[in-house]
């Protein structure tokens, strides 16, 4: 009879270490998929990211190569403004000896 006790205690021994190893695994395993979500969800977030960046680079690029266009009109349009500046102070220079009055 003691050793079939003893045998029985053991064999119990047994079964809430095989009941703790059980629980430890679920525990682990859920653990697992609770960090894999979130590792997927950082993904998708880094990638929606990353996209939203590539757009806001490809816009801010049409918007400076605009921009350059616009300084070219500019300096072109100035550079025109220049030389009718230039023909009226001329015209004005020519009329400017007939047109001294003394009060």
Do not use: H, W
């Not at 996209?51 to 490809?58: E, G, Q, S």
């Amino acid at each position: 009879k003691g050793k079939q006790e003893q045998s029985k205690g053991i064999v119990e021994i047994l079964e809430l270490i095989e009941e703790d190893i059980k629980e430890d695994i679920t525990k682990a395993e859920a653990a697992e998929k609770e960090a894999q979500d979130t590792y997927d969800k950082l993904e998708q977030e880094s990638e929606k990211a990353m996209k939203d960046l590539d757009m806001a680079i490809a816009d801010l690029g049409l918007t400076i190569g605009f921009r350059k266009g616009e300084i070219v009109n500019a300096k072109t349009s100035q550079k025109s403004k220049d030389l009718e500046v230039g023909a009226l102070l001329t015209k004005i220079k020519k009329a400017a000896p007939g047109c001294d009055f003394f009060a």
